[in-house]
C-alpha cells in the first residue's frame, strides 16, 4: 500500500524534534524523507542514509530539471532540498513519509500532494514562552534569540494554513495530541 506524508513546521524552539522523535517510536512506520544537500558529509555521514550528498553543480542541474519539490540555498552554493523522486520512492514502498521542512517548504509539498499529506504545525505557547525557553536553554547570545523571535513571528502567522495545529505548552500533552492527530489521519 502506498504511504502518507506527514509535513512537520514549527519555529526553533518549539519543541518540534522531541514531538517527531516520540511519534518515530510509536509504530507507526514513519520514515524521515532523505533530503539532498550540497554540504559535505560529517562524521560517519553516508550518502542515501541522513542525504544524498550532490556537488553545487549537480544541484543546480537538478534545480533546473524541476526535480525538487522545494529547496533552499542557504548562502552561495549550499543548497538544501526535497527530491520529489525521492519522496515517491519512500511512499511507492510503503512507508509513511515524515518532512521537518520550513513553513514555504511545508506549504509547498502539501500543494502538490493534497490529501495524501498532512500538514502540521508546532506551535509554541507564546512568543514570551519561546523567549523564556530560548533563553533557558543557554545556547545562544541575545541576538540570536532576538533575530530567533522575530522569525518565529513570521512563521506563526503561516499557522492557520496548516492542516492541523498542536500547542506545546506541555510536551506529554503536546504528543498525545499529535499522536492523536497522525494515527487519525493514517487510518483515514
Ligand atoms: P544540517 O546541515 O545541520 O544537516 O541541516 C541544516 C538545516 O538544513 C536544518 O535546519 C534543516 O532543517 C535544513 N534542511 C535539511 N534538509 C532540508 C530540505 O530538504 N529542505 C529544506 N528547505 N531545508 C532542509
Redesign the pocket.
Known sequence: MTGKLIIFSAPSGSGKSTIINYLMEQGLNLHF?I???S?PP?GTEQNGV??FFLSPEEFRQRIAAGEFL???E?YEGRF???LKSQVDSQLAQGQNVV????V??AERIKAVYGPQALSLFIQPPSIDALRERLEGRGTDSPEVINDRLARATYELSFAPKFDAVVINDDLATAQADALRVVSQFLQA
Open positions: 524523507s533530503s539532498a544537500t554540504r560529517r541522513e542525504y522545494e529547496y533552499v542557504v538544501y532540498g526535497t518532512c521537518d521542512i520550513d514555504l517548504g
